[in-house]
């Protein structure tokens, strides 16, 4: 007699899961948690350049999960919908952040919407420069407005397609491709101002260290 016995949830695939989970099944909800909580993570980590503030972020992502997991209709990957619904929450904390401040750049620049898709620039990826200096890159990514790091983390990092990013962004193709060739631009300035402070930091000291023998 073949023995028939239930699937236990930690063997469960991605759809049957997020079937289960869409009727109140937290343990189905768990194992979602489990596929999907460290790329969820990777992707708070770059956009916010903080572990404890990523882990935060995490949680908050996967609790918007649980709350709105109903209305998940398969239209796209779960994973896309997912980083959608994750990168929302990572912008919405960045404006609280940052709305005593108003970015240069996103003061200057024109409704992007308004625009047309611009010239995609393909330039080297900063990623494969052995000459850029991790932690200045990161420190650069930090640096960007909120929308420009958001594609450029999703692009260059994770690794997306502007399509997807379309859909995750909720923007035009046109607009994700626009949006990372600014970012790109503007880690090259950020990257030569660093390395120009840096330059002249050495320059003084070695300056002191000349005067400092007399």
């Known amino acids: 007699m073949a023995r028939t016995r ?13 079937r289960r989970a869409q009727q109140g099944d937290a343990e189905a909800f768990e194992r979602l948690y489990r596929l999907h909580n460290r ?33 998940f209709r398969g239209e796209s990957a779960f994973s896309t919908w997912l980083h ?15 709305l005593a401040e108003t970015s240069l750049d996103e003061a ?3 409704d992007e919407d308004a625009g047309g898709p611009r010239k995609d620039i393909g330039g080297p990826d900063l990623r494969l420069s052995g000459s850029v200096d991790r932690v200045n890159l990161e420190r650069a990514v930090g640096q960007l407005p909120p929308g ?14 502007h399509n997807e990013i379309a859909v995750i962004m909720n923007c035009s193709i046109g607009n ?19 390395e120009r402070s840096r330059a002249r930091e050495e320059r003084q000291a070695a300056k002191g260290g000349l005067g400092g023998g007399h």
């Open 39 to 71: 790329r969820v993570y990777a992707l708070c980590l770059r956009m916010v350049g903080n572990t404890a503030e990523a882990e935060d972020l995490t949680q908050e992502a996967f609790l918007q999960l649980f709350r709105k997991i109903g209305t």
């Open 6 to 18: 239930p699937i236990e949830v930690r063997e469960l695939g991605e759809a049957e899961a997020i």
């Open 148 to 161: 420009y790091r958001s594609v450029f983390v999703l692009h260059d990092v994770q690794g997306y397609e």
């Open 176 to 194: 994700s491709k626009s949006q990372l060739h600014k970012a790109r631009m503007r880690l090259r300035e950020l990257l030569q101002e660093f």
């Open 108 to 110: 200057t620049e024109p």
């Open 84 to 98: 959608r619904l994750s990168v929302n929450v990572v912008l919405m904390r960045l404006r609280k952040k940052t």
